[in-house]
């Protein structure tokens, strides 16, 4: 099912979203209209993230290249409780399709979803403009348990670790992960119901969901069967720690490659803030077992942000296929079975230089380092270097701070699954 453009700006107007080109980013309206409001009369909670990257990208080796590209997100929520429970809708918007293209930002090594009837090779995808538009209703059965209802035309399953763009260890790398497609690919998915029962330290999760992956139409809302199914445990030991396992059977998740993929993933993160200082670590490990064998991918990323300095690091290595990346075709048959590991090392950093009206503004940059295999060396050279110089931009992130580590499924009352991060410069 497709919308046209008018539907869609109809539609934005109704629910109320305001949509921030890039080159606007900073307008005073937005801080005024969108930041967290707290009312004292139980009224309407609103609440807001969002980032913009303006960067220059170079990837390295010959498949690499250089270009100028702006990635984006935004994010606002609106929650107020109920005679019954707590009701909370959620919107996540992004202009990635104008400010990146519809080929995406380069990235060597990365694979994932289709472009003009060809694989997307070396390249990230850009974000729909629709990345999540749901609600979440969560009714209290006691004092430490709770039962949650969610679901909408765009929005996440329980499936894989928080998404990357929502993780404090990640919130300002510009770059998704290579192993994306093996993790946390499902996070913009077209239709979706989720039932969850927290208790305690314990959340257990059930989504049914359409499995199919965005095509390369970024505007429109593509909503059709719900015949994917997953599930899903966390478990929080302490504040600080947070833990899931997860698998989901995708029905042609992918537009070229038709069959049903088995995704089972597992990850660990821990957040600290002390002051204005945060720390945080996420582990993760993914597995799809497919028709033609199985690919797996791990990473261990990290932040630290203190004053107006920010350091983030990533370590991945992942199983990538061998013969996609070397003919730039899908190739079926025992040819396809060969998965050569991928390693990359990412440091980068941010330095705060602008605070106004909310606004945070910061200058950063990072390096990543390839380890390539034998069978690729002679495609992408034994070890390309790539790199970022970057200005992002974040919008006033509220009382409550940013919405980091961040689900949509997640509990919003009695349960506080996100711990308040706001660092802005005063």
């Known amino acids: 099912m497709g919308l046209g453009r008018r539907q869609i700006v109809l539609a934005l107007w109704s629910l109320g979203f305001s949509v921030i080109p890039a080159a606007a980013v900073a307008q005073d309206a937005a801080h005024d209209h969108i930041q967290m409001n707290m009312p004292a009369n139980g009224g309407w909670q609103l609440m807001q993230d969002g980032i913009v990257f303006a960067e220059l990208n ?174 899903r445990i966390w478990y929080r030991p302490g504040d600080e720690w947070e833990l899931q396992a997860s698998s989901g059977r995708l029905e042609d998740p992918e537009q070229l490659e038709p069959g049903i993929i088995i995704r089972t993933t597992a990850s660990g993160s821990w957040t600290r803030r002390n002051g204005m200082a945060i720390s945080s670590v996420t582990a993760a490990y993914g597995r799809n077992n497919t028709d033609h064998g199985a690919r797996s991918a791990m990473f261990i990323e990290g932040s630290r942000h203190g004053g107006l300095n920010t350091v983030y690091g990533r370590f991945e290595a992942v199983q990538v296929e061998t013969s996609l990346l070397q003919t730039d075709a899908v190739v079926e048959g025992p040819s396809v079975e060969p998965k050569s590991p991928v390693f990359a090392l990412t440091f980068g950093g941010v330095r705060e230089i602008v605070s106004w009206h909310g606004f945070e503004g910061g200058i950063g940059a990072d390096v990543t380092f390839h380890g390539v295999p034998d069978a690729l060396q002679s495609v992408y050279s034994a070890h390309p270097i790539s790199f970022h110089v970057f200005f992002r931009v974040r919008p006033p992130g509220g009382s409550m701070g940013r919405m980091w580590n961040m689900r949509m499924s997640q509990p919003t009352a009695g349960h506080n699954m996100a711990m308040p991060m706001n660092h802005s410069m005063h």
């Open 58 to 231: 170079h990837q390295g080796g010959p498949r690499g290249g250089r270009e100028f590209v702006v990635p984006n997100w935004w994010m606002g929520m609106a929650s107020r409780d109920l005679s019954r429970g707590r009701l909370t809708f959620t919107g996540m918007l992004s202009l990635d399709p104008a400010t990146v293209g519809k080929s995406g930002y380069r990235e060597i090594f990365q694979t994932g979803e289709a472009l003009n009837g060809r694989p997307l090779i070396d390249r990230q995808h850009p974000h729909d403009l629709f990345m999540q538009l749901a609600a979440v209703w969560r009714v209290p059965m006691g004092e430490s348990t709770g039962i949650t209802l969610a679901g909408g035309p765009v929005g996440e399953p329980a499936l894989g670790p928080v998404a990357f763009m929502h993780r404090a260890s990640a919130a300002d790398n510009p770059t998704a992960p290579l192993g994306h497609h093996t993790l946390d690919s499902t996070h913009i998915a077209f239709g979706v119901v989720t039932a969850a029962v927290d208790r305690g330290p314990f959340v257990v999760e059930v989504s049914l969901f359409n499995g199919r992956e965005p095509d390369e139409n970024r505007w429109d809302i593509e909503v059709g069967r719900f015949d994917s199914l997953s599930g």
